[in-house]
């Protein structure tokens, strides 16, 4: 694993950035894999504008989400297909057809978690992930204990990511139960890994990350057996990690 250190969460979000339109300028048609949640908003917005800028084009690239929930519909303004919508694809000439996630109202979500693994092979897989992670090591939805064998599955979340996800709907009720999610082993066949981290409370899983054992307890410690994983992490999410001076921090 290659750790960059960032100074704050801006400089992560630019390198991050940076990091992605290389690959996008290297390889026009790639399949970029791509995560909700708080920490890569800043990154899209970078994406946006060098889209404005310098032009970059994403007409040919395919992208295809970590998860979505199971109930919510592409237009609530809950879903992860509606986040995408907003945070980065109505602003950037990426087709609207080449943008895939779980469809959450699938009536069969077993058939539904096949079909989404099958389409991801036939694009011959990720060329790039963007992965953030939980405070407890999730990534995707794939919880603490989740198998690393695991393909695209549906999840049952637990109270303390409904809890954490709660910042975003009005109650906690509202968080739906239910979830589905590349599995481990998906997000372990993409070619190149992207894993961003910042704030506080990221200080100690990254630690775990940098120093602990390979453990289905932890599922990113999975990432210590993928040939091609870059972190890029701020000062204070690296706290932990820099003060055992590991990783040949730059
Ligand atoms: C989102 C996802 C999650 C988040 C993780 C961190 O698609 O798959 O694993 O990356 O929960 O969330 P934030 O970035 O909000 O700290």
Redesign the pocket.
Known sequence: MKWIHAKDSHEMSRLAAEFMIQEVKKQPSMVLGL??????VGTYQELIRDARENGTSYKAITTF???EYVGLAGTHPNS?RYFMQQQLFEHIDLPIEQTYLPNGEAKDLMAECQRYEELIARHGGIDLQL????TNG????NEPGTSFQSTTHVVTLTKDTRE?NARFFTSLEEVPTHAI?MGIATIMKSKRILLLASGEEKADILYQLALGEVDEKVPASILKQHPDVTIIADTVALRRVKEQELCGLR
């Open positions: 995560a909700t949640g708080g920490t890569p989400n970590l998860d992860y992965l953030g992670i939980g999730h990534i995707g939805f954490a999610t």
